[in-house]
């Protein structure tokens, strides 16, 4: 059995609860919809243009319902409560190759600085000051390198990034 500390924290986002209302709304008005075609009405009144745009309120429904199944399936993953079983910092070095104006770079140094307590401060490098460094990694910023190997490319996994802090014994870092 699996404690809880190492399974990824999902709580409730707006977009379930969005979700979750499209959907089950959705399929209740499917439902009605269903019962007055098969049955000649409903028991209860309707807007009048339940009667006169039927097929309309059909695809709407539809469309509501698959919207809300699409939004319940992205979770908010939060690192708030996550820990290693063994606390303290991994890694010797980590360095992230990036660029001005790259939104994906900004989210991988706030995902680093989230897990700043298990790694070291990582260095970052804009790319774009170096011809090689541009044509190496131009189509794949943010690049992680962690202790000499490139773990992530084009955006970062926290998942994996906790797998990998959590596989990863701590170490003693030396002073330069």
Known sequence: M?????RPNVRQSGFSVAGSVLLFGGIGLITLSIIHKSFGGLPFEMPRSWYSHSTLWFVCSLLASLIGGVLLRV???????WQPTVSGRR??????YKRDNCPLCDIASEVLERYASYLPPAEEVDIDKDPDL?????????????DGR?????????IMLRR?????????????
């Open 2 to 6: 699996q404690d809880g500390k190492n």
């Open 75 to 81: 979770p908010e993953i939060t690192p708030v409560n």
């Open 91 to 96: 890694f010797q070095t980590v360095v992230i």
């Open 134 to 146: 541009r044509s190496k990694y131009n189509e794949s910023v943010p690049v992680i390198e962690i």
């Open 150 to 158: 490139i773990r992530f490319r084009g955006q970062i996994n926290e």
């Open 164 to 176: 990998l802090i959590q596989g990863t014994a701590p170490k003693e870092l030396k002073v330069r």
